[in-house]
Nanobody, 116 residues
Framework: QVQLVESGGGLVQPGGSLRLSCAAS????????MAWHRQAPGKEREMVAR????????NYASPVKGRFTISRDNGKKTVYLQMTSLKSEDTAVYYC?????????WGQGTQVTVSS
C-alpha cells in the first residue's frame, strides 16, 4: 500500500522558517522523482520544488528560488522541504508527490499559514 505522509506544517510569522517532511512507503522510493506542490485558496495547484531520483538534481518555481530547499534521504524514504523567509503568499496546502514510470502518487497535504 502506497503512502505519502506529510508533516511539519503550521502557523508561522512572515520571515520565519518551517521544515516539511514527507515519509514514503509502499514503493521503491529511490526510483522516484519527488516533488512538493502547493495549492492556495482559489488557485490552481503549482509545483514548488522537485528533486531527481538518479542524481538528486533540483529545480524550483521562481517565487521560491533562493528561499526553499528540497532534499531527500533515500535510507529514510523521506523528502524534505526547508522553507525560509516565508511570505504571506506562501500560505497554502503543501502536497508531497512521487512520480515514476507509470506511477504518480500524492499525499494528503499539510497546511502552511504565514501570518502575523
Amino acid at each position: 500500500q502506497v503512502q505519502l505522509v506529510e508533516s511539519g506544517g503550521g502557523l508561522v510569522q512572515p520571515g520565519g522558517s518551517l521544515r516539511l517532511s514527507c515519509a514514503a512507503s509502499g514503493f521503491i522510493f529511490s526510483h522516484y522523482v519527488m516533488a512538493w506542490h502547493r495549492q492556495a485558496p482559489g488557485k490552481e495547484r503549482e509545483m514548488v520544488a522537485r528533486i531527481g531520483s538518479a542524481d538528486d538534481s533540483t529545480n524550483y518555481a521562481s517565487p521560491v528560488k533562493g528561499r526553499f530547499t528540497i532534499s531527500r534521504d533515500n535510507g529514510k524514504k523521506t523528502v524534505y522541504l526547508q522553507m525560509t523567509s516565508l511570505k504571506s503568499e506562501d500560505t497554502a496546502v503543501y502536497y508531497c508527490n512521487a512520480r515514476g514510470v507509470g506511477s504518480d502518487y500524492w499525499g494528503q497535504g499539510t497546511q502552511v499559514t504565514v501570518s502575523s
